[in-house]
């Protein structure tokens, strides 16, 4: 068929998915770029338009896979970052604040930890929920703790904080107390269903 027979490209969409038979994969490495060059230019839209869809759902991506942001405005090459969620705590700059990355980009962050004294006769803290904790569009996070406890940034004990994004992927830091003696951090992570 020649290249005059053919009709435009309205939109169109690329994701990282699996075979549907197969449900959900979980992609356990794997970063990159997808890259779309045109002519004229293309507009990412982040949001589907009135114009129904032939295949009546939204996408057909069932992987743990995470795509960053486009460039805004009309142009002949767009280009998206994609990724794994490598979750992980990174380190604990100032007192009860934790720093990780690789958690979903622009997600609200659940936090969920306890502090345990090491010497009996002072009671265990939760932590506290943080409504304004999030990651940034890079999947990284700054994140200060609050417990139900006063007495815990004062005592010798261990402060364990998990971190979860919207899609289920965590990451764990643990640092000995008291304030301004913080020993050591351990990272860890999960991947969730997205």
């Known amino acids: 068929m020649p290249e005059s027979a053919l009709s435009p490209l309205g939109a169109l969409q690329v994701v990282v998915a699996g075979l549907p038979a197969d449900g959900h994969d979980h992609v356990t490495s794997g970063m990159g770029t997808i890259t779309i060059?045109?002519?004229?230019?293309?507009?990412?839209q982040g949001i589907f338009t009135s114009t129904p869809n032939p295949h009546g759902i939204g996408t057909a991506e069932n992987t743990n896979c995470y795509y960053g942001q486009v460039q805004t405005g009309t142009l002949g090459q767009i280009v998206q970052p994609f990724g794994v969620p490598r979750p992980r705590v990174t380190g604990v700059p100032g007192i009860w604040?934790?720093?990780?990355?690789g958690l979903l980009p622009n997600s609200k962050l659940?936090?969920?930890g306890e502090w345990v004294q090491d010497a009996p006769g002072l009671q265990s803290g939760k932590v506290q929920p943080n409504p304004l904790a999030a990651t940034g569009p890079d999947g990284s996070f700054s994140v200060g703790v609050d417990l139900d406890n006063g007495n815990a940034p004062f005592a010798s004990g261990r402060l364990t904080v998990t971190f979860t994004d919207s899609g289920g992927n965590s990451a764990t830091g643990l640092v000995l107390t008291p304030t301004?003696?913080?020993?050591?951090?351990?990272?860890?992570?999960?991947?969730?269903?997205p």
């Not at 003696?181 to 990272?187: A, G, P, T």
Request: aromatic share 4%; hydrophobic share 35%; charged share 10%.
């Open 37 to 44: 060059r045109c002519n004229p230019g293309l507009s990412a």
């Open 110 to 112: 659940t936090l969920t």
């Open 97 to 101: 604040t934790f720093e990780g990355a």
């Open 180 to 193: 301004g003696e913080v020993i050591n951090v351990i990272s860890s992570g999960s991947l969730g269903p």
